[in-house]
Each structure stands twice: as structure tokens, then as C-alpha cells.
């Protein structure tokens, strides 16, 4: 591998890596994070859907509202 194929490589990878932490920080990863949870503590069982997901999440947010911002 060329040592421009390697720093390709690795720019790639940093990008991806800051992608996944914005996400996780923004909580757009939240309904995957449910999903994987779901898949290993409930085997069997249909999750919400993502619509679902969303909308208990904010009812939950809504009825207990500390540490949110606004």
C-alpha cells in the first residue's frame, strides 16, 4: 500500500470517527443504541418503530425535564 493509500486511510477513518461523535453527541445514534439494546435484553420481541421510538423518547423528556437546556 502506498503511503497515499495509508494517509487516505487514515483521514477516512478520522472522519468516520468524528461522524459517530457528533451523532452520539446530538443523539442522532439514539434509536440504533435502542435497537441494539432491545435486540440483546428483549430477543423476541418486535421494538417500537422509529416513529415510536421518537415520540416516547420526547413524551419522556417532556414529563421528568431536568437537565435539558431549554
Excluded: I
Aim: hydrophobic share 35%; charged share 30%; aromatic share 12%.
Amino acid at each position: 500500500m502506498a503511503a497515499g493509500e495509508q494517509a487516505l486511510g487514515r483521514v477516512r477513518a478520522g472522519w468516520q470517527g468524528f461522524v459517530w461523535y457528533v451523532k452520539a453527541v446530538l443523539g442522532e445514534d439514539a434509536y440504533q443504541v435502542y435497537l441494539d439494546h432491545h435486540r440483546r435484553v428483549h430477543p423476541g420481541t418486535e421494538p417500537m418503530s422509529e416513529r415510536e421510538f421518537w415520540r416516547d423518547k420526547m413524551d419522556r423528556q417532556d414529563r421528568n425535564p431536568q437537565g435539558r437546556c431549554c
